[in-house]
């Protein structure tokens, strides 16, 4: 059995963001709202209820955006977090935004990007962010060196203390690297391979996702997995999830987040949820030591 470094069975448990070290296990707020990510929850203090169960569980990562709800989820987090831990790192994204029909869109200009930086210091009640992921959209028409030095103006500003990516190709992050240090990025990688109805919600066209993964861990970058849970497809084609999970004692989504601890040490999962008792259940992934050949059949499965 592998040795468990303060909970963790794949070790380290912790990772640096800029000057920061957090657990190698977040929370990612794109739950709290309403359905379809709009709008109030049905039970606030349920939100508010979850968001303090984390930090008392010792999650000192969450990742959020002022265009959930748009600005519920943020200040739901101000509300039930303020004044926040002095551990506690709270990082937001730039470059999307909602539209009246609930529908998303891209944010990409500088003036845009300000406006939206500008909501979440207000919201979070911040004086600066700690962490910013650029969401990139190819289909924005704002060039990608544009939209980033925009976000490297609010940096030297002050506003913004460390820049990460969102939704980019390997050529990207390295382009990024050569203008301004990046921390981290964020892109969907989960065992189902991208595939399924959420891999449509994921509009640029990336590198296959080992790719930049493999490309942050050369550089010691963070990498945040968005849609880490989505288990649907593998699961629907093949039993190693299924099988791992019950020998394991435990659930397929206990699973998919132990491989994705497993699968690099610069791995930094953000699931979500609106459940204290799913936030739990999260928690304890960690905890779950998969073999060398349950990492590998995983991933194979996921490839096909």
Known sequence: MAQIENGFAHAPATITLGDRVVCRLGYGAMRLPGKDVWGEPDDPAIARAVLRRAVEIGINLIDTAWYYGP?????????????????????????????????????????????????????????????????????????????????????????VRHLALSNVSARLVEDALARTPIVAVQNMFNVSGGRGPLARLAQAEVDAPEAVLELCAAHGI????????????????????????????????????????????????????????????????RQITLSPADVDAIGRAAAE
């Not at 303020?82 to 990409?108: F, M, Q």
């Not at 849609?227 to 190693?240: I, K, M, N, Q």
Request: glycine content about 6%.
């Open 222 to 285: 963070a990498f945040l997995p968005f849609f880490p849970l989505a288990v649907g497809s593998l699961r629907e084609g093949h039993s190693a999830l299924d099988d791992i999970a019950r020998r394991q004692g435990a659930s397929a989504a206990q699973i998919a987040l132990a491989w994705l601890l497993a699968r690099s040490p610069v791995m930094l999962p953000i699931p979500g949820t609106g459940s204290v008792a799913h936030l739990e259940e999260n928690w304890a992934a």
């Open 71 to 159: 600005l519920v989820a943020n200040r739901l987090i101000a509300e039930a977090l303020h004044p926040y831990p002095s551990d506690l790192v709270i990082a937001t994204k730039l470059g999307g935004k909602r539209l009246p029909d609930k529908s998303w869109a891209s944010a990409a200009r500088p003036e845009e990007l300000r406006r939206g930086c500008e909501a979440d210091l207000r919201t979070l009640r911040l004086d600066q962010i700690h962490m910013v992921h650029l969401r990139f959209v190819p289909t924005s028409g704002v060039p990608f060196r544009e939209s980033l030095d925009a976000l490297i103006a609010l940096k030297a500003e002050g506003k």
